[in-house]
């Protein structure tokens, strides 16, 4: 059992409790069984809880309407200093998770091969709450579950014992059940919010004339009473057959061939209820003056894209319904081939070549709209809402496939590996955040190319020296419709976001046996990550560089007690982990920042 606990590091200026707590605990058990010398059952069972008020989301770009915000009152942090730790949410962030699962993994022997048999269940249920404008007004708050249910089998026949011909067969079966949504509220500062852009923008009163022009009840738009809820079932039903081979061609090399056959379906639910006025009016054709469309009046059009602007979810079509698909069906057949020698009792080289595969990916979020290849048939069928937006609903598989050459070498007081790699991904799935959801979309393709390598050196029993570094060259060979901050834009060419081309570990670890038999160590270790972009839909002004040293000291006693002492971040290194536009706040920007140092103990018991 694990318990893990910390106090909150971000403080509140309007009042509340502080966030970027720890809260969570889990147990773990297991139990071997063996009835004979050739029969083997493992059980396990694990449970687990979070319960935490996450996450800090630091100002770093206060766009245009941070006047409006203040000028009504609400609190919007400086932007010059992301890692000030402060916040001004008007309410606590909450979320929860219980996960649970269970296994059992038969074992049997047999002459000459051997059967393996794991069954898995794992139950994931989690909550959020959380203020998304990211202000002290209440403008906008947002509440969610999610509900998974896995089921896995593995069956496997592996030889045993030395043959110049060793083999693994098996299958593998996956289904799964998600049930998740959320509810975008609209809180009680969200109408005055909007009229104070309005009179901002030159439009002073507008959303109250368009609200007469309908002959709605004034303060329709943007009422406290307005909410969002999107619902999201999705059922993953995929099995996969594999078999791999390895031929001792002679004691020294050996070639190894695998392969798999997968496939993948999974069916789709989606409704959603709207209360967003606004975001329901099709403004462009049904907005009229004496009969007459605003555009078509030279004095009113302007209004036009002011009120577009705002509508800030349209509505979301059901799935399934007459004309979208609501259900993928993918397959594929894989395969990797890998030749090993053993040059001597130091050197191993290799060179191996594979192929991967990735089924489609569904957008179960609230940007989970249908294709624009579709709009004909839905406004045909009438089944197309008012003010309804396309872009897609779920992304095509991609398709992977990897070159490799490496060196493995071992030596008395240490080791070195390396591997030179080539990787291409037709089709690559990309998920980017909008600030309201994710929109996913297919590359054309991506590619990279890079060396990695991990080393140890122990110049003494008490000494380990460790080095480990990854040089990538990341680029999109074709990515047309890829999302931008002003919308689709085309990135082939350029370097994907947040992958980073130098990424160096290097350790020092001091251990001793004190006179009681007890082991100690003092162990330091330091993370460096070159400067990257944050996200393609972001200013490229908000980048990512990470260069962090921790350090522990630890004992482990004979009775099975172990305590540990531990600073992470000892250098209180700053950086952004991720970047976002947030809702209805165009030109602001918010982002994660890492934590600062922290220190703290750990204690457990074996037995």
């Known amino acids: 059992m694990v318990?893990?606990?910390?106090?909150?590091?971000?403080?509140?200026?309007?009042?509340?409790?502080?966030?970027?707590?720890r809260d969570r605990w889990n147990i773990r058990g297991q139990a071997l069984y063996e009835p004979t010398s050739d029969v083997t059952l493992r059980f396990i069972a694990d449970y687990s809880e979070i319960d935490e008020a996450c996450c800090t989301a630091a100002d770093v770009i206060n766009g245009p309407t941070t006047a409006a915000v203040r000028a009504l009152g609400g609190v919007v942090l400086d932007d010059n200093d992301p890692f000030s730790y402060k916040s001004s949410l008007n309410i606590d962030p909450d979320n929860t998770v219980q996960d649970s699962g269970v296994s059992v993994q038969l074992d049997i022997d047999f002459d000459g091969f051997s059967f393996t048999s794991i069954s898995a269940l794992r139950s994931n249920d989690s909550d959020f709450l959380n203020d998304v404008d990211?202000?002290?007004?209440?403008?906008?708050?947002?509440g969610g579950h999610t509900k998974i249910d896995t089921i896995t089998q593995e069956l496997r026949l592996t030889s045993t014992g030395k043959q110049t011909l060793e083999w693994m067969v098996g299958a593998y079966i996956f289904q799964e059940?998600?049930?998740?949504?959320?509810?975008?509220?609209?809180?009680?500062?969200?109408?005055?919010?909007?009229?104070?852009?309005m009179t901002a923008g030159g439009a002073d009163g507008l959303l109250a004339g368009v609200e007469q022009v309908y002959g709605l009840e004034q303060g329709s738009f943007f009422s406290n009473e307005s909410f969002v809820n999107s619902e999201f079932t999705q059922d993953n039903d995929a099995y996969s057959l594999f078999a791999n081979f390895d031929y001792h061609i002679t004691e020294d090399f050996t070639a190894i061939f695998g392969v798999s056959y997968t496939k993948d379906e999974?069916?789709?639910?989606?409704e959603q209820i709207n209360k967003d006025v606004l975001s329901g009016l099709d403004i462009d054709t049904e907005l009229t003056a004496f009969g007459v469309p605003l555009s078509l009046i030279p004095t009113l059009a302007p209004a036009i894209p002011i009120l577009n602007s705002i509508q800030l979810l349209p509505p979301m079509p059901s799935l399934p319904n007459d004309v979208e698909q609501s259900k993928s069906e993918d397959s594929k057949t894989t395969w990797s081939m890998r030749l090993a020698y053993e040059v001597n009792d130091n050197f191993n080289v290799f060179?191996?070549?594979a192929t991967g595969f990735k089924a489609s990916s569904w957008n179960l979020g609230r940007n989970s709209n249908p294709f624009l290849a579709d709009q004909a048939a839905m406004e045909s069928a009438g089944i197309a809402l008012a003010n309804q937006t396309y872009g897609g609903r779920f992304a095509s598989p991609e398709e992977a496939k990897v070159y490799e050459l490496g060196l493995?070498?071992?030596f008395k007081k240490g080791a070195f590996n390396v591997t030179l790699f080539d990787q291409t991904i037709e089709g690559f799935q990309s998920s980017i955040f909008i600030g309201t959801g994710y929109v996913l979309a297919n590359a054309g393709k991506q590619s990279t190319q890079g060396v990695e390598f991990d080393s140890v050196y122990n110049p003494t029993e008490n000494w380990s020296f460790t080095l480990a570094g990854t040089f990538l060259d990341p680029v999109y060979d074709s990515f047309v419709g890829a999302t931008g901050i002003d919308g689709p834009i085309d990135l082939s060419g350029e370097k994907p976001a947040g992958i980073h081309e130098r990424s160096i570990t290097a350790g020092i670890t001091y251990s001793y046996e004190l006179e009681n038999g007890a082991y100690g160590y003092v162990r330091t270790d330091y993370i460096y990550e070159s400067e990257?972009?944050?996200?393609?839909?972001?200013?490229?002004?908000?980048?990512?560089?990470v260069g962090t040293l921790n350090a522990t000291a630890g004992l482990s006693f004979n009775n099975g007690l172990n305590l540990q002492l531990w600073v992470r971040n000892l250098n209180n290194d700053?950086?952004?982990h991720s970047a976002f536009p947030p809702p209805i706040q165009a030109g602001s920007y918010n982002a994660y920042p890492s934590q600062p140092r922290m220190y703290g103990a750990s204690v457990s018991y074996e037995f």
Do not use: H
């Open 574 to 576: 700053e950086y952004l």
């Open 177 to 197: 059940e998600v049930i998740t949504g959320d509810t975008l509220y609209y809180g009680d500062d969200i109408r005055t919010f909007f009229d104070a852009l």
């Open 266 to 270: 999974k069916t789709i639910t989606v």
């Open 532 to 545: 990257v972009y944050l996200a393609e839909n972001v200013p490229d002004s908000l980048t990512r560089e």
């Open 3 to 21: 318990f893990n606990k910390r106090d909150g590091y971000t403080d509140s200026v309007v009042g509340l409790n502080k966030i970027n707590n």
């Open 408 to 410: 493995k070498a071992r």
């Open 351 to 353: 060179a191996s070549a």
């Open 134 to 142: 990211y202000t002290s007004l209440d403008i906008l708050r947002e």
